[in-house]
């Protein structure tokens, strides 16, 4: 049974950044399809970015150019490099995951993904 734990949120303010980590522990995938999604009370929750096993990655536009996305695969740990950060990307940042057998891997497949950490707040204020 995976399991996913997220850290690194916290407050800061505009402009400033954070690293979010989220290492998966008790299951190896093959293949893989993992990324960050983000839920702010009251809206609908947001994909953030996606990486696949390939490598592939994808952003949301509101996040491309100041989020990144990597894996560190020998430590099990996916991060979230959030720089030059806005107000508007307060909210709840969970890290989820799954085998990547056939769906795209996008900021849309957080339906696709059967494991989900339990979140790490972020609050950037103005």
Do not use: H
């Not at 505009?14 to 009370?41: D, E, H, I, K, N």
């Not at 953030?48 to 592939?56: E, I, N």
């Not at 996305?69 to 720089?83: C, F, G, H, K, P």
Request: charged share 20%; proline share 2%.
């Amino acid at each position: 049974q995976p399991r996913l734990v997220e850290s690194g949120g916290g407050s800061v303010q505009a402009g400033g950044s954070l690293r979010l980590s989220c290492v998966l522990s008790g299951y190896t995938y093959m293949g893989y399809c993992m990324g960050w999604f983000r839920q702010v009370p009251g809206k609908e929750r947001e994909g953030v970015a996606t990486l696949d096993s390939k490598g592939g990655t994808n952003y949301a536009d509101s996040v491309m150019g100041r989020f990144t996305i990597s894996r560190d695969n020998a430590e099990n740990t996916l991060y979230l490099q959030m720089d030059n950060l806005k107000p508007e990307d307060t909210g709840i940042y969970y890290c989820a995951a799954d085998e990547w057998y056939g769906f795209d891997c996008d900021v849309n497949a957080a339906g696709s993904l059967d494991a989900w950490g339990q979140g790490t707040r972020v609050n950037v204020s103005s």
